[in-house]
Each structure stands twice: as structure tokens, then as C-alpha cells.
């Protein structure tokens, strides 16, 4: 789960014919034939200053499961005790531990918005991440998330098992294919270097028009066959480019093909606070009601 600020400096919007030459013919009968409800197991959450104050109604979907991109990022804490400077206003982790869409959570670690700094600093997030990882909060952590995300252009993620080896498990970190190199190709280059012991989040790349949710429904499929059933997960994008700049709400007619191209699989909707909005969710409960 990337920056939204991140989203469009790091991946080109891509044009769908490409989609389709990395196997949308065989995404098209995701699309014709699966009609299983959708297992929208969570939302992720982005943390910034706008939105410390999170409050939803993403129960409504099936939601329990809250992933926080990161508790440290640009160097400022969300959360007390890190001896970091803490960002203006903290989150009242108390109020969200009570809700019914954070009932577990996946608690990100430390990050940075700019992904090229991440990925140069890498050593440094993982010591800081190890640091935060053990500190005390009021949720139910189920799980920790590594917010580096990792694609096959980046050839140090290959270091990433000594660096994250003494984070605590279960550990998750999130990928993408930026560079289009297809399925197949993305899920070998992970199964050669990925710990067994971490998952991913795939990325599907719809949001900004990298590709179609068929095609992503098979970057799926190549690594749950390469990393195990357990080991994947789905993160929605759940927006779209707005015109003149920026990004929107996914409209319903956009979001119920994406999640039904994906049924059989834990999604993740991104994200909750900035584009799930209440009326929303109850569009989408509505129309995921309807055959």
C-alpha cells in the first residue's frame, strides 16, 4: 500500500493495452464467472494528519481488520514512546481499538512518504521499525507491516530477509509489478529471496490504471501458487484518477467488477478515512447485495 503521494510518482499510469498483453483474456473469465460475495476482510489505513481522527462505517462490508501503513513516518510519530517528535495531534488508539472495523489490526512499522528515500535508507526504517515494534498500544495487533513495498525494479529488496529478520511475526510487506514485467515473472522474483515466514500484500494497480482487476486477479493467482495460500493477500485500490489532478472515490460501477475479480481472496480496501466515505460503504453494501 503505497503514499497516495507516492501513487503517481512511482508508477506510470500505464495504458491498458499493455493489461492486456500481461493475460486480460484470461482475467475475462474471472470477470464473466465469478459471482462469490467478496471477502473484504479489512482497510488500510494511511496515517496523516488529516486523518487521525478515523471513524467509519466499514463493519458494514464484513470489515474487522485494520492495516496501518506505518506508526512512524518522515521521522514523526503516531504513537507515544518513540523518542521520536510526535506528529501534532496523536490518534486515540484507545477509541480505535474499540471499533468494530479494528477488532485486529496489522500495525505498520516506520516509513517514508518519498518512496526512493525508503529504499535508500532501508537499513535505517529496519532499525527503527525493530525499535517501535515492541512498544505498548490497546490493539489487538495480529500482525506487523513492513512499509517499504518492493517491486522487481528495485534489486536491494534482495537484502530485505537480514534486515527484517529480527522484526516480529507475522510480518507482511506489500508488492507491485512497476515495471510490467507480468505475473509469472513478479511471483518468481519474489519466491527466490522472500523469508517464507513473511507475506505480501499485492497492489492491484487498478486505481491508477496499471491494469485491469482480471489481470491483477492472475499476479494473484502467480503468487498464491508460488508463496502458499496464506502468504497473500489483496490490497483494493479503491480510487481513481480525478480529472484536472488528484484522485477520487471509485464510483460503485468501478468498485463491484474490481472486487469481484478478486473473489476467494482476503481483500483489503485502500483506503478507508480518505475514499471509503460512509455513503459509500452503504452504495456498496447495497450493491454487492444485488445479483
Do not use: C
Amino acid at each position: 500500500m503505497k503514499s497516495f503521494a507516492k501513487f503517481v510518482n512511482r508508477r506510470t499510469v500505464a495504458a491498458l493495452s499493455m493489461a492486456v498483453l500481461l493475460g486480460a483474456g484470461a482475467g475475462t473469465y474471472y470477470m464473466s464467472t465469478i459471482t462469490a460475495a467478496p471477502n473484504l476482510v479489512g482497510i488500510v489505513w494511511q496515517p496523516d494528519n488529516q486523518t487521525v481522527g478515523i471513524s467509519g462505517n466499514w463493519e458494514k462490508l464484513g470489515v474487522h481488520e485494520l492495516l496501518v501503513q506505518w506508526t512512524v513516518v518522515d521521522d514523526q510519530a503516531f504513537v507515544p514512546g518513540t523518542g521520536l517528535p510526535s506528529v501534532p495531534v496523536l490518534p486515540d488508539w484507545a477509541r480505535i481499538a474499540k471499533a468494530p472495523w479494528a477488532q485486529d489490526v496489522i500495525l505498520g512499522l516506520a516509513g517514508y512518504f518519498s518512496e526512493n528515500r525508503s529504499r535508500d535508507d532501508i537499513e535505517q526504517l529496519a532499525a527503527l521499525s525493530e525499535r517501535i515494534a515492541g512498544l505498548p498500544t490497546p490493539l489487538h495487533v495480529t500482525g506487523w507491516y513492513f512499509p517499504a513495498e518492493v517491486d522487481p525494479s528495485w534489486a536491494a529488496a534482495k537484502e530485505l530477509p537480514a534486515l527484517l529478520a529480527k522484526l516480529p511475526r507475522p510480518l507482511w510487506i506489500s508488492v507491485y509489478d512497476g515495471a510490467n514485467i507480468g505475473p509469472a515473472a513478479t511471483a518468481d522474483w519474489l519466491k527466490q529471496w522472500l523469508p517464507n515466514d513473511i507475506g505480501v500484500f499485492f497492489q492491484d494497480g487498478v486505481g491508477v490504471y496499471a491494469r485491469t482487476a482480471p489481470v491483477a486477479r492472475n499476479y494473484a493467482d502467480a503468487l498464491r501458487d508460488r508463496l502458499g495460500k496464506d502468504r497473500v493477500r489483496i490490497i483494493v485500490e479503491a480510487f481513481r484518477p480525478q480529472y484536472g489532478g488528484g484522485f477520487r472515490s471509485a464510483t460503485i460501477a468501478e468498485l463491484k467488477p474490481q472486487l469481484a475479480a478478486y473473489a476467494g481472496y482476503p481483500l483489503y480496501l485502500f483506503d478507508g478515512p480518505h475514499y471509503m466515505t460512509p455513503t459509500l460503504v452503504d452504495r456498496l453494501k447495497q450493491a454487492l447485495a444485488q445479483p
